[in-house]
């Protein structure tokens, strides 16, 4: 990559999961190279289903690189009963923030998918040649749809006008700043929360769904510093799965039990079988992620949950709720 | 109180005579819905049909698409207008062609949500199945896999109709649905060489080579196979989907499996109806576009089983003589 002007980087959806995981290591970990300019966009800002708000907040900050992460986004159940708004809201998004970032002449972008877009019914693991191999699952269709339709944009970007814009896809992430929403957050999040007012109240701890879906977990820092790694390295138009190996799957239930492990709670804990489980599996392939860097270590998922947990409990003012 | 909204979208109630918009009403399939509705008995009593044209109102913008819905107040929507193209303009655009067509659609469907639409039947293609496939394809599959290369942005904002219908018929009860015709031909074409479908561009080449007294050049090797479906059978098709078919699933308006011919054996037919004589021969350096992608119309069949389509030979000479005689005003 040219070195000619320092990077002037633009992230979108700056103070969500993933914006500030990126925040914190661009900031505290010597994540920024010296002259370049890293801004962190919040909703309030600029509301980027908006075009012109868009536009205006680009040529503010007149960036070279954008890390797109601003979406609608919640957890299964909210899904489920808003699929189309879901779709209408991201399709704009990603319309307003790619093709503003293509007229301003940004020299990269890169987006983030997530693996719950895959297709539902499909051999395991996942990559990244699969993605639109099928329909996706049906509980959230209509964000799915609209996050597939990025990687359909960085290929026509490319086609058209050369542009080197992709994108990369988390599994499940979890860490600090997440959305705790018992219904509207993601699902370790939600049960950490659910356990800490569970064991604050004393009551038994109610988990929505049979515990039996398997999920891969990246901790957000790890997206954070693979995320950098993407901005500065990777070069290929076709996106990039991130995600702890295959044989790092476990249940919903294992993870219940390690988040009552740091939380302490002793409770009794009660599976709700009248709720959605959403997705039985979506295990994902590394990899891809492995032959580029063979050596990265993810963080232990005991140690991830255990560092968010207490990041909930000592922020519990100012976390999402 | 009776609540005003449900009345309007129980589509069984005929309590009111249809206010039918159609968008793209200028083209191909459009023409030949005018046709229908004008010339063949397919308007009932008291409805009213406006046929709209890019110039009326460019769907892209919100603002024109919500001026024009507020000036004819359509019950029903019939969406026909797309940025189109024949195969090779396709592939220099493909951006353009998935964003507009993006727009577009959100435009037609979200307005027409907003307005209390009772239905709307879009329009796709099947250009937009899935490339790696089994064949006949059906309705069940247009979301199996990546559509063909060539014009990947066209037909992901097409499939993209099939997302929203299910979204509006899951959030707002909306029956808004689509059909899928394969390979149209017919008068009002678009007869460019470049930018045309296939049959129309080689009539127009044909008619040209004849002129000329040149060779008929035809680009690909001729060996691809299409189902060919005329443009009048469309529009009975689709004006039998707006009354009767309920299913918010696609439905695939296609001739049968059997009738599937290769683009070498159509070209002889085009020949026969403008009685051209001359050589003819296949630039193989030119893409060919897919090799197939045939469509089964069981589903169609299940429904009409009676349904009678004009004959492909029947239904180019009638286009030739219309092309022929209208040449001052085709689009070429």
């Not at 020299?107 to 693991?125: A, G, M």
Request: with cysteine; aromatic share 10%.
């Amino acid at each position: 990559m040219n070195g000619a002007e320092p990077m002037r980087v633009l992230v979108t959806g700056g103070s969500g999961l993933v914006g500030k995981a990126i925040e914190h290591v661009v900031k505290q970990e010597g994540g920024c190279l010296k002259g370049e300019q890293w801004t962190f966009l919040y909703s309030k800002e600029a509301n980027l289903v908006d075009l012109q708000q868009t536009r205006a907040v680009f040529e503010k900050y007149r960036p070279t690189h954008v890390i797109h992460l601003a979406a609608k986004v919640g957890g299964l159940y909210l899904h489920m009963k808003d699929n189309l708004h879901f779709l209408r809201d991201n399709l704009r998004i990603n319309d307003n923030v790619l093709q503003t970032s293509h007229e301003m002449g940004v020299t990269k972008v890169v987006s983030c998918l997530s693996s719950c877009i895959f297709p539902d019914k499909t051999t395991y693991p996942i990559d990244e040649s699969m993605i639109h191999n099928g329909p996706p699952h049906d509980s959230n269709f209509g964000y799915s749809h609209a996050k597939r339709m990025i990687d359909i944009q960085n290929r026509g970007y490319f086609a058209q006008h050369g542009r080197h814009y992709t994108a990369v896809i988390p599994t499940n992430v979890y860490g600090p700043y997440d959305n705790f929403n018992f219904e509207n957050g993601h699902v370790l999040s939600a049960l950490m929360h659910k356990t800490y007012a569970a064991k604050k109240e004393g009551t038994p701890l109610q988990v929505w769904g049979s515990g039996t879906p398997r999920r891969q977990f990246i901790y957000s820092l790890d997206v954070a510093r693979l995320f950098l790694w993407v901005l500065r390295e990777y070069d290929e138009i076709d996106p990039i799965i991130l995600s702890v190996g295959e044989e790092e799957e476990l249940t919903i239930k294992d993870a219940v039990e390690m988040i009552a492990d740091a939380l302490d709670f002793k409770g009794q804990i009660v599976f709700d079988t009248s709720k959605s489980d959403g997705q039985m599996k979506k295990t994902a392939s590394n990899a891809k992620l492995r032959r580029y860097l063979p050596d990265f270590t993810f963080t232990p998922l005991s140690e991830g949950i255990k560092k968010t947990c207490d990041w909930f409990v000592h922020n519990y003012d100012i976390a999402r709720t």
